[in-house]
């Protein structure tokens, strides 16, 4: 039973009468919390000191007073008032045991069904396509999936949606590629490859361009910045420090955006072959816009070549989705939304939402539930007649609350679109979309252990595909030399081997990515994802394994053990400290999913998971199992293993991860 979520309800009509004013019980709710300490209790609710404040009571005579009026009994023993008004909470042990026992037999270990399942659009992975996915892709798609089965746990209508950037402007880069840069024979064996060198070429002589136009305004930048630094005075007060450390703040940026100019213009430079195409191609980037205009506009030969490109390009994306277990239920791409673009436009217009400005439509003065401004305008059409990322936005949430009837709409997009996904919400709700809980699930870089965004060596992204092949490869050793060094000799063979390293390979790449708090940028580090102990996708898949090898070890067969349990009425004992704490931390399970949805925090199950697998430890090291000293004593415990795995199993398959019986 999840006893967090009891102890809200039960309290919950306690607190009303001692509400202030116009302020909702959910967040003194939210101050029940489980308890730092065990010799505390279980649960701790520390509402009584803020509520006391505000009614101008002494704390502790409050918290008694509400522990009086609260239903509790049936599930704590009588409640402590500690402190300066904490409420220590403790479930009563005849009560966990029962529970404990319950979640034996259940095969949601828990888990409630919500009792207002929703159906939930969540766009998650999304990449552009006709670019290789790369080490940017990871977070979205592994967060997206994760968040996704866990709101389907829970009992949502899910639907996984691939936002594909399949219309946008790298079409008009690889069409022009395609047609003055195509090596046929590398298209015809490959065309994937292909495609992404014709890219990286358009891309790297469009950069080029557009650096040696700026130079001498950057260069102007440079030159003054400096000079201002040279000419300030010496600082006289605080105030003038500190205009002069943000004057030479800008010098720096400044100078650092001169050095990226340079930089690509001698990536050009140093090489004869791309500098000879950069000289014959001098218009490249504006031809390339103008190859895109074209496919929109419906030109029939690009049309036909965009429809070449991509079936090649989706299976590409579809070979890294099977190979990390990612699934998406639907696949509606930018293009899908094309043809309703205009509809969107004319009607934002008519509404008068929208406005002209300069040629372009924009929508102005967007604010956020909470009231504050979002930073805009919103353009959702060019001067030249162009639509943008934004109008499909919005034409995707008409579809998706018209076609789909999502009651929310989530993105799991990084931090920097934060200002984007306001609008296109705030914009909806003027439009009309109002009973729609939109929400931006976002996240923050991925670092390399530098500190700086993840690179390669020499300054390219990394590709998704080698990535997951080195995490298969450096996982490939650990496998091997953990079972190397079992006492009885190795037991995998190479294709046991093989396997296994996938799973942990790639399983510690996703624990790794969703361990972190998703708001935080997060390094990026191979030893520490891979590591055996810690927090580690590796360590919980030993962890679990461990459990699964106690029941070989003793020659039990975990499901007949169930059944005999569950058969019998069989009863959990809870003998030990140790063992308490692992029957109270396997009814916690439900709390985390519950925790973990309700802001899409999946770090939330990883913390859950470790603690677990801590406190089987503990159990295992205190409580002999299979040489327990009574028959009813052993099968209880057994069955505490049996949960203990079976709750491992259900977490590390909320986020994507594949168990290992045996490792
Ligand atoms: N394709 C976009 C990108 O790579 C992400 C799309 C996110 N979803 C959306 N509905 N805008 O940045």
């Known amino acids: 039973m999840d006893f967090l979520d009891a102890a809200r309800s039960r309290f919950a009509p306690a607190l009303a009468p001692h509400l202030p004013e116009g302020e909702s019980v959910e967040s003194f709710l939210d101050l029940i919390r489980p308890a730092r300490d065990a010799q505390f209790g279980d649960f701790q609710a520390n509402f009584a000191m803020p509520l006391a404040k505000r009614a101008k009571k002494p704390p502790r005579d409050l918290a008694a007073e509400i522990v009086a009026a609260a239903d509790l009994t049936d599930l704590f023993d009588q409640p402590e008032v500690a402190g300066p008004g904490f409420i220590n909470l403790r479930v009563r042990d005849d009560v966990l045991a029962a529970e404990t026992a319950k979640l034996a037999a259940d095969e949601r270990l828990g888990v409630p069904i919500v009792e207002n399942p929703q159906t939930i659009t969540v766009d998650f992975s999304s990449p552009n396509v006709a670019k290789p996915m790369h080490v940017g892709h990871l977070r979205t798609t592994v967060i997206g999936d994760a968040v996704c089965r866990i709101l389907r746990l829970r009992g949502h209508n899910v639907i996984g949606d691939n936002h594909l950037g399949d219309w946008g402007t790298q079409f008009g880069m690889i069409l022009y590629g395609y047609k003055n840069f195509r090596d046929d024979a590398a298209y015809q064996a490959d065309p994937v490859t292909e495609l992404a060198r014709l890219y990286r070429t358009v891309n790297t002589l469009s950069d080029y361009h557009a650096a040696k136009k700026k130079r001498p305004k950057l260069t102007e930048v440079v030159e003054a910045k400096r000079q201002a630094v040279a000419d300030a005075p010496p600082p006289a007060d605080k105030k003038a420090k500190k205009a002069l450390s943000k004057l030479k703040q800008e010098a720096g940026t400044a100078e650092e955006a001169l050095a990226a100019a340079d930089a690509k213009i001698a990536a050009v430079e140093a090489d004869t072959d791309l500098a000879a195409l950069a000289a014959a191609h001098p218009t490249l980037a504006a031809e390339s816009r103008a190859e895109t205009a074209k496919l929109h506009a419906g030109d029939a030969e690009n049309r036909r070549l965009w429809e070449e490109f991509l079936p090649p390009c989706l299976a590409a994306l579809q070979t890294i989705y099977d190979r990390l277990g990612i699934q998406h239920d639907a696949t509606y791409g930018e293009s899908f939304y094309q043809p309703m673009l205009a509809g969107v436009v004319d009607e934002l217009l008519e509404k008068g939402i929208a406005e002209e400005s300069d040629g372009a439509v924009v929508v102005r003065d967007n604010v956020d539930p909470a009231g504050k401004p979002v930073p805009g305008p919103f353009v959702v059409r060019k001067t030249d007649g162009a639509f943008l990322y934004g109008t499909t936005d919005l034409a995707t949430v008409k579809h998706h609350v018209e076609e789909l009837n999502a009651d929310a709409m989530l993105y799991v997009v990084d931090s920097r679109q934060g200002d984007h996904f306001a609008n296109v919400a705030a914009t909806a709700r003027r439009w009309g979309f109002n009973d729609t809980d939109f929400r931006h699930v976002s996240f923050g870089t991925v670092l390399g252990e530098d500190g700086k965004p993840f690179k390669t060596r020499s300054g390219d992204t990394i590709g998704l595909e080698s990535l997951l092949d080195e995490a298969v490869e450096r996982a490939l050793a650990i496998v091997s030399e953990n079972d190397d060094s079992k006492p009885d000799g190795p037991e995998l063979d190479a294709n046991e081997r093989g396997d296994i390293a996938e799973a942990v390979g790639l399983g510690g790449i996703k624990y790794a990515d969703l361990a972190h708090n998703r708001e935080s940028d997060y390094?990026?580090?191979?030893?520490?994802?891979?590591?055996?102990?810690?927090?580690t996708a590796t360590y919980m898949q030993y962890a679990r394994a461990r459990v699964c090898g106690i029941f070989r070890m003793g020659g039990v067969d975990r499901d007949a053990l169930r059944d005999r349990f569950v058969a019998d009425g069989g009863e959990v004992l809870l003998t030990d400290p140790a063992e308490r704490a692992m029957a109270l931390q396997l009814n916690r399970f439900a709390e985390a999913v519950r925790e973990?949805?309700?802001?899409?925090?999946?770090?939330?199950?990883?913390?859950?998971?470790?603690?677990?697998?801590?406190?089987?430890?503990?159990?295992?090291?205190?409580?002999?199992?299979?040489?327990?000293e009574t028959e009813d004593l052993k099968s209880s415990r057994l069955i505490l293993a049996d949960t203990t795995a079976r709750v491992m199993h259900a977490g590390l398959e909320l986020l994507g991860i594949r168990v290992i019986d045996r490792m």
Do not use: I
């Open 596 to 628: 973990a949805s309700r802001d899409h925090r999946p770090n939330v199950l990883t913390d859950y998971l470790f603690d677990t697998a801590k406190a089987f430890s503990a159990f295992y090291e205190a409580c002999p199992l299979l040489k327990a």
């Open 523 to 535: 390094k990026f580090s191979w030893d520490k994802m891979l590591s055996t102990t810690g927090n």
